[in-house]
C-alpha cells in the first residue's frame, strides 16, 4: 500500500514523561482540528505527547477531491501508517467514527491502551439513523448546511440539539464551524453495515468507554454494548453531548481520561 500524504497535529508534553503518547483519531463530518480546541493543549499540559491525524480526505491530507472513496478500512491504514511513525506505539483516542476506526486498528495490532469516545454501537448507525429521521426530521437537512459552512439560525439549534449538550448556546457553535467538513459517502455506508461485519480477533489491553449522558447521537445505554466486547470500563459524563471534545462539558470528560490513563502502569 501507498504510503499517503498525511497531515497531523502535534502538541509536546510539557516537562518530563514516561507516559507513551497519544493519538487521536478524529469522527465523521470533522477534521483532526478538533482536538486541538481542547484536548491536545489539556493533555500535553498533563504530560502526554499528543498527536492528532488528518484521516485520507480530511482537514490538510491528501484526498479532498476523491473524499467519497475512502472507506474505514482506508481510514485504519490511516491510523496504523502514523502509529508506525512514532517512536512508542501510542494510546489510541477515538470519537465515534474514530472510535470504531480504533476498533478496527486492534484488530491488526497491538496498542497500550484504547479510549472510545462516544462510539458506533456493535450494530452499526441504521438504527440511529433511523430514530435521528423520526425525532429529528430536520437533521439531516441542517447537518449537511453546517458541513458546507452554511449556517442558519434553525442550523444552529438541531445542531446542538443532536450533538451538544443541552447547556451549549448555539451561537457558540459559529466558532467551531471551522473544524467541520462533509464526510465520504463511503465511510458513512460501511458505519450503516457494522452489524453485519463478521467478528474479528479482539485484543485484550486496558479500554475505556466514555461518553455523554445528553448524547442524542448514540445514547448512553449503548455504551455498555461496547464495553462488554472490549471488557471495558464505562464512565458518562453528566450534561455532556455526542461532541464530547467541543462540548461546553469537555474539560469534564478529560479529567476522567487522564486519570484511567495515569493509573495505567506504562512500564519503561
Partial sequence: MRARKLHTYFRAAVGTTRHPPLLFVHGGFVSASCWGEHFLPYFSRRGFDC??????????????????AFGLDDFTDDVAQVAASLERPPVLIGHSMGAAIVERFLERRPAPAAVLLSPVPV???????MKLALTEPAFFTEVTRASRGQYTEKTLKVVRDVYYSPDM???????LQRHFQPESTQAVTDLS???WRLPRRRATLPTLVVGGECDTVFPPDLLHFTAARWKAKVVVVPRAGHTIMLDVHWKAAAERIAHWLELQEWGS
Fill in 51 to 68: 498527536h492528532a491525524v488528518d484521516l485520507s480526505g480530511h482537514g490538510l491530507s491528501e484526498g479532498r477531491e476523491r473524499l467519497d
Fill in 193 to 195: 453495515l457494522l452489524g
Fill in 123 to 129: 450494530m452499526g448507525t441504521l438504527a440511529s439513523t
Fill in 169 to 175: 448556546e448555539p451561537l457558540a457553535l459559529l466558532a
